[in-house]
């Protein structure tokens, strides 16, 4: 009867012992929970801030990649009206309208006015047979706000 006694015992004791650790385990386990809830929104926020500190050159880039794209496809179509009609576009309104000897347009963009990849307007200046040349500019500031000129010329 001992040995049944003192294996009842150890079996009760070491299921104490087991449920025990069970219910310490369950308590660390729920902790670790609520710190990975309040963790992960901090690691999403933290890695969020660093990406916008570390993408801010290449939207620069990309930026300064897309003003020289429409600048140049604005000079193309003052080419394209020249080629057509023999003579030069006065303003963007002579490519972007109807308001030319065919009613053709040369060129298209979304709203009102047309503008670079920071929202500038763009100045065209129109072929000027003494200069030999025309331009296309638009205005912008470098990460360091240092104002910078995008000019195109076409002939």
Known sequence: MNNRSSRSEWTNGAA?????HQYWLSIFIMGFRKKILL???????????IA???LRPAQYR????????????????????FTNYGFWPRSLTDLTTTNNP???IFIEFPGDQ???????PITYLPFDSSKGRGSV???AHDPNG???VFVVDFP
């Open 146 to 148: 240092t104002s910078i």
């Open 16 to 20: 104490r012992f087991i449920f025990a």
């Open 39 to 49: 963790l992960v929104p901090c690691l999403i926020v933290a890695l969020g801030i």
């Open 102 to 104: 065919w009613h053709l």
């Open 137 to 139: 500019t638009a205005a």
């Open 62 to 81: 990309a930026r300064k990649a897309a003003t020289a794209v429409i600048l140049t496809n604005v000079a193309n179509a003052s080419r394209a009206y």
């Open 114 to 120: 047309l503008t670079d990849a920071w929202g500038h």
């Open 52 to 54: 916008v500190v570390a």
